[in-house]
């Protein structure tokens, strides 16, 4: 405040005419994401860019400036130019091959006052970004189109100001599926430039996996799917794409897992040798390149040697990730490398990646790899690890002194949907906010190279999807690596100056609808249903519906709680100024009366189910029931004894409980794998076996007395959790079970 204040009057008319340094503060309001790493706003007039500003500067560069700007290419060199690129450096490190040093990333700019914008930077990275930041500023920049030429009339205006930049860390990464699904070599260029308007800086091309294999490779034509591939055509044409976008690719070729698609073409590399199909459905297969073969090694070999000439990439990705040990546990071949190598199948996926690693080296490449094939120690030629199963993986690869970038699914997959629900957006079953992103960083350290975020396309197949998938996260995703954690209004003031940007680009981010309601309510007599403005959107208008109808933009504004008081349809949806609307969402309102108490007290019960069960539907034939003093695994655990196992069991509790209070009651339960409760024989609230979340909840309305509970669980692996609890009238406890014997309930 005090800062603004004093910039207000030394930007006012001041009496006296001493020249004085310009003062200045941080600026906020800039449509510039990721946030400059230091930023100070100047006092001056506007600098305006019309239809005869000329650039002066690398032509590369400047080109590029003039289309973002919607200058044409005359406006490039010749005579004095209005705003100047200025190249200090005499720096030669090639985007292609790898993500350029942190320095020649750099750049500082300059805007006035009374002098033309400047961009000075010691390499063309951070030439590139200089310009870039010109182009955003003005508002400018589109994506994945040129910016229309300015008319007589136009013109954009930038603000004074004063940046000094570079990012954070040097690897800032995306990565896209297109094995899962084939996208043309259009919406990658588009895709790429994306990253470029994020300043990320590597494309992770996820060219090959069990469903595809995206690539046209001379010296294995029949590897290539018939239902999409890039030839040797589209590839050069994207690394050049990238490259002029300070982009490096790195191309992956999945291995010996996630090769369905190879075996389709070679059974003879399989370790059972039977005719393979190409599968179309998702998930990990115990097929997977036989690592006893000397036939798998000279496949790699030569389709490494195809990729390494068709990628200037210094890093290749080689894959390994989810090798189950299934089929090579069962191979002759196989055994007998374990014999040899004095090691057991996790050992034996080491023994194959170090002999990629060696191939890879002798081609002066290093290998990049998911961390599942992170080394145990040591290792020659060691490559670079994308810790992707969790942030602790990223951390013990650096602790072994593995170059990392970091990428964890739980805050990094962007396939997981951001509202968590599958009427609104495409992708897998999961719940992953922005706020989980914006939550995720890690801290510039040796060995720490970066991040990287994921798109995995079994269920994306459109640009749209893309574009819904990947945005706004992606602009969270490329701060926190450029800038670092920015508080959340910040990333939220500057998204919404940077969106017209975005909406003049046709590109169809996640409009979040409005907050506050649950699929299903119940109510009593009146319920208050207080709708929310996603506070991603805090520009946004509620509307909303009551007759199920969908909202359109003279539909009622939201302003007051709203009152229901009869089985409704309540239909919302947020409206943007720029004319886009989120998915509408509706919600259920359920007239109901409290079911009446209809237990009668018993000791609760829990029978015992084993098996590896995937979902709570095939939960069958009890192996045992007893009697049991609570619904909790502790309570299971005290009444089977020794029966209950580890892993891959279920259990199913009958219990009667206590409802203190008439009114609605919300039952919470958190069940990890999966789990269920039904109360009085209807269906609350269940979780079943989807990676997240593990909490669900559901009301019913009842009567004050006792109410029959089932609650059922099921246990995979690791984590294991239940909790439940209820949520009346009287507030929120666990849930009070009578009947227990040797207790005083009733
Ligand atoms: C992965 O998600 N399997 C890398
Ligand atoms: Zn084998």
Redesign the pocket.
């Known amino acids: 405040m005090l800062a603004g204040i004093t910039l207000a009057i030394a930007c006012g008319h001041t009496p006296s005419a001493t020249p004085r340094p310009a003062i200045e503060e941080p600026s906020l309001e800039l449509p510039l994401l990721p946030r400059a790493r230091r930023d100070y706003a100047r006092c001056g007039e506007p600098f305006v860019i019309d239809a005869h500003t000329r650039i002066g500067g690398p032509r590369e560069v400047a080109s590029q400036l003039a289309r973002w700007l919607g200058l044409p290419e005359s406006a490039v060199g010749g005579g004095a130019a209005d705003i100047d690129l200025v190249y200090t450096g005499g720096v030669v490190h090639d985007p292609a091959e790898g993500p350029l040093p942190i320095d020649e990333q750099s750049y500082v700019l300059e805007i006035g006052p009374g002098r033309k914008p400047t961009v000075s930077a010691r390499g063309r990275g951070g030439l590139f970004y200089g310009a870039q930041t010109i182009a955003q500023l003005a508002g400018a920049r589109r994506i994945g189109m040129p910016t229309p030429p300015l008319g007589p009339g136009d013109r954009w205006t930038l603000p004074c100001v004063r940046i000094e930049d570079e990012p954070r860390h040097a690897f800032r990464g995306m990565h896209l599926d297109v094995a899962r699904h084939f996208f043309d070599r259009a919406v990658v260029e588009r895709y790429v430039d994306m990253l470029a308007f994020y300043k990320l800086n590597v494309f992770h091309w996820h060219l090959t996996d069990d469903q595809g294999f995206r690539l046209d490779l001379p010296s294995h034509p029949e590897l290539k799917s018939a239902d999409g591939a890039y030839s040797a055509a589209d590839v050069e044409a994207v690394v050049e794409h990238a490259r002029a976008r300070g982009v490096t690719v790195i191309p992956e070729i999945e291995m010996p897992g996630h090769t369905r698609s190879v075996l389709a073409a070679h059974p003879e590399l399989s370790c059972t040798g039977e005719k393979q199909e190409t599968p179309r459905t998702w998930g990990v297969f115990d097929d997977v390149l036989c690592a006893g073969n000397e036939g798998s090694y000279t496949l790699v070999e030569e389709m490494l040697r195809d990729v390494v000439a068709a990628f200037p990439s210094r890093l290749i990705h080689v894959g390994g990730?989810?090798v189950p040990p299934t089929r090579w546990e069962a191979c002759p071949k196989c055994r007998a490398a374990m014999k040899a190598a004095n090691v057991d199948a996790i050992g034996l996926e080491h023994v194959f990646m170090q002999r990629v690693f060696d191939m890879l080296a002798a081609s002066k490449r290093r290998p990049m790899v998911?961390d599942e094939a992170l080394p145990n120690g040591p290792a020659r030629n060691p490559p670079v690890v994308v810790a992707?199963q969790s942030k602790e993986r990223g951390e013990l690869a650096v602790q072994r002194g593995f170059d990392t970038v970091f990428a964890p699914?739980q805050a990094l997959y962007f396939n997981f949907r951001q509202s968590g629900r599958r009427e609104l957006e495409p992708g897998h079953l999961g719940h992953l906010s922005w706020p989980l992103v914006h939550g995720f960083d890690v801290e510039p350290a040796p060995h720490v190279l970066g991040g990287e975020a994921a798109l995995w396309t079994e269920y994306v197949t459109t640009q749209e999807d893309i574009d819904t998938l990947v945005l706004p996260r992606m602009a969270v995703h490329a701060e926190t690596l450029w800038t670092g954690r920015r508080p959340a209004h910040e990333l939220i003031t500057r998204s919404r100056l940077q969106r017209p940007m975005l909406d003049a680009s046709g590109v169809r981010y996640f409009v979040e609808p409005p907050g506050g309601t649950r699929p299903r309510s119940v109510v009593l007599d009146v319920r208050k249903v207080v709708l929310e403005t996603p506070l991603f959107y805090p520009d946004g208008v509620v509307r909303y519906t009551r007759d199920g109808s969908i909202p359109t933009p003279a539909s009622p504004r939201y302003r007051d709680p709203l009152s229901i008081i009869d089985t409704t349809t309540l239909t919302t949806a947020l409206f943007l100024p720029s004319g886009r609307a989120s998915k509408p969402v509706r919600a259920l309102f359920v007239k109901e009366t409290p079911r009446p108490a209809v237990a009668t007290a018993s000791a609760p019960r829990v029978r015992y189910y084993e098996g590896r069960f995937a979902k709570l539907a095939e939960i069958a034939s009890p192996l045992a029931e007893v009697e049991t003093d609570g619904v909790s695994l502790e309570a299971a655990a005290r009444a089977l004894g020794g029966r209950m196992k580890r892993d891959h069991f279920a259990l199913v509790f009958d219990a009667v409980v206590k409802i203190a209070e008439t009114g609605i009651h919300r039952f919470e339960i958190v069940g990890d794998d999966a789990a269920r409760i039904e109360v009085d024989g209807e269906l609350v609230a269940e979780v079943d076996t989807d990676p997240w979340p593990r909490e669900a909840d559901g009301e019913i309305a009842l009567a004050a007395g006792l109410h029959a509970v089932r609650v059922t669980y099921l246990q995979g692996t690791e984590d294991r959790k239940l909790e439940i609890v209820v949520a009346g009238p009287s507030g929120r406890a666990p849930l009070e079970i009578a009947g227990v014997r040797g207790a005083s309930a009733p």
Request: proline share 0%; hydrophobic share 40%.
């Open positions: 990730d989810e998911w992707w699914y």
